[in-house]
């Protein structure tokens, strides 16, 4: 079974950047996503890219998140600029439904 390690948080200053990586122990599937969630919050889709490369974000970071991915190398990319502490959470990713069991997430701290 694919296992998802996602790497790349950490604590960052308001209008810095991430770079997120997602690695699956196997091949990633054709459709990766990455999602959020934020304490007391529902986990919330952030992006999405389908295997011939369209993308897909949530309204909340279009123009400031870029999904990508590599297939040689198993792993999904989250380029994270312009962040807002609205941006904190826990981030995951994963196939789009039905998902795969969830990885331990990244913690992204936006301080203000």
């Known amino acids: 079974q694919v296992q998802l390690v996602e790497s790349g948080g950490g604590l960052v200053q308001a209008g810095g950047s991430l770079r997120l990586s997602c690695t699956a122990s196997?091949?990633?599937?054709?459709?990766m996503g990455w999602y959020r969630q934020a304490p007391g919050k529902q986990r919330e889709l952030v992006a999405t890219?389908?295997?011939?490369?369209?993308?897909n974000y949530a309204d909340s970071v279009k123009g400031r998140f870029t999904i990508s991915r590599d297939n040689t190398k198993n792993t999904v990319y989250l380029q994270m600029n312009s962040l807002k502490p609205e941006d904190t959470a826990v981030y995951y990713c994963?196939?789009?439904?039905?998902?795969?069991?969830w990885g331990q997430g990244t913690q992204v701290t936006v301080s203000s």
């Open positions: 196997g091949s990633i599937f054709s459709a």
């Open positions: 994963n196939r789009p439904y039905p998902y795969r069991p």
């Open positions: 890219v389908n295997s011939g490369g369209t993308t």
